[in-house]
């Protein structure tokens, strides 16, 4: 495992984070639970492969997701960085935060969180974080040592990301960039010149970059083995990163994704230059961005957008029409895994708002209803 850095007064971390927000879970829907035996057998074994970065957040894994990752880190708790968020609209009076915090610290089990994030940060909730001073809290959380870096993770405009920085409180960022998506790019050099942390989700692009295969090795005519290696060597061959988080669920995921950051040296200045001029095609082709995140999965029709961008983006960027219309025939309202079909869409717009990468998801499902019809 590499180590880099963390920002100016961070500790060093494995250059892959363990994101605890997939792991194994136990019953059906909202009543489901981690499944201690996997989660934990997992974490630990990231922790022998030399992954010392563990993430999560206050909803991952219906509310259960700092309980197991507390617990899978227990017997190594001070030999590793522990991180978790809370959204700014958990905290709709001042004293909300540190009754969470608390909280959160009891369900992890420990005395203190490494970096403790304001999760899904964009101008609006930030406003509303600053309101309720959340911010303020989080300083005195820190004074207390409950805390040790102050973090944000972000979902809006880079421009936003510079004026949320420059509140000065913040030692960290936790933001999407990937060979498709570099919009953060240069407002990510910026925080990471200031001193700051930088840390990225979404490294293969929700799975869309590794679900290019062949195809995608071709376009970027580069020396990778497979196109996840592709993507982490992208991402973590720019200066300004220090870890990616890939969330996990099985211990053959794991390990192979720590093979794949072991054998991903740092690109070259010659294969970095190829992948960005290679770019714009990319991104002319991937106009419709969606990380598969799925905060959009609130349809009162039981549609998830995600899996039909998945099935529209496979099949328009990499020529995987087949495969993709076959996927795309199979939603229906008896389709527990995949959801409805985009049929039963009534335009609500209740997605749309939950949105991070505010697409305009109704136009967006017609879009694609229309091209499976043809
Ligand atoms: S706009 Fe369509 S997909 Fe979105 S929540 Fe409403 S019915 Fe569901
Ligand atoms: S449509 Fe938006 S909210 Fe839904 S999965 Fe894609 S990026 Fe996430």
């Known amino acids: 495992m590499q180590y880099k850095q963390f920002g100016k007064d961070g500790p060093m971390v494995s250059r892959l984070g363990l994101g605890c927000m997939r792991l194994p879970m136990v019953g059906e829907g909202k009543e489901a639970r981690a499944d201690d035996e996997k989660g934990v057998a997992i974490i630990r074994r990231a922790y022998e492969l030399g992954i010392n970065f563990f993430d999560t957040a206050w909803g991952y894994m219906n509310r259960d997701g700092q309980r197991i990752t507390g617990l899978g880190i227990k017997p190594f708790r001070d030999k590793v960085v522990l991180s978790s968020k809370l959204p700014p609209d958990e905290v709709q009076e001042p004293a909300d935060f540190m009754r969470k915090l608390e909280m959160s610290l009891r369900e992890f089990d420990t005395e203190y ?28 959380a820190k004074e207390q040592g409950l805390i040790r870096h102050i973090s944000f993770s972000f979902h809006d405009v880079p421009e936003v990301m510079t004026e949320i920085a420059d509140e000065g409180i913040f030692s960290s960022v936790l933001c999407q960039y990937n060979l498709i998506d570099q919009s953060n790019e240069a407002v990510m050099q910026k925080i990471a010149d200031r001193g ?10 929700g799975g869309t970059i590794a679900d290019g295969g062949e195809a995608l090795l071709r376009l970027y005519d580069t020396s990778a083995a497979s196109a996840p290696e592709l993507a982490l060597r992208f991402v973590l061959g720019y200066d300004a990163v220090s870890l990616a988080l890939s969330g996990m669920s099985s211990i053959e995921m794991l390990e192979e994704n720590v093979a794949i950051v072991e054998r991903a040296a740092s690109v070259t200045p010659e294969e970095r230059e190829l992948l960005h001029s290679t770019n714009d095609k990319l991104r002319e082709l991937s106009d419709l961005y969606c990380t598969g995140c799925n905060y959009c999965a609130v349809c009162p029709q039981d549609i998830r957008p995600s899996a039909h961008f998945k099935c529209y983006n496979n099949a328009k960027i990499w020529g995987l029409y087949e495969n993709s219309k076959k996927r ?10 995949s959801g409805n079909s985009a049929d039963a869409c009534i335009a609500c717009g209740a997605c749309s708002e939950h949105c991070p990468q505010k697409i305009d998801i109704p136009t967006r499902l017609q879009e694609v209803r229309e091209y499976f019809s043809r």
């Open 196 to 205: 700051m942390g930088v840390m990225v989700m979404g490294p293969v692009g």
């Open 113 to 140: 969180i490494d970096y403790y994030h304001m999760h899904a940060l964009n101008a609006k909730n930030w406003s509303h974080a600053k309101k309720v001073d959340m911010h303020k809290n989080m300083l005195k």
């Open 328 to 337: 795309y025939d199979r939603f229906g309202p008896e389709n527990r895994f």
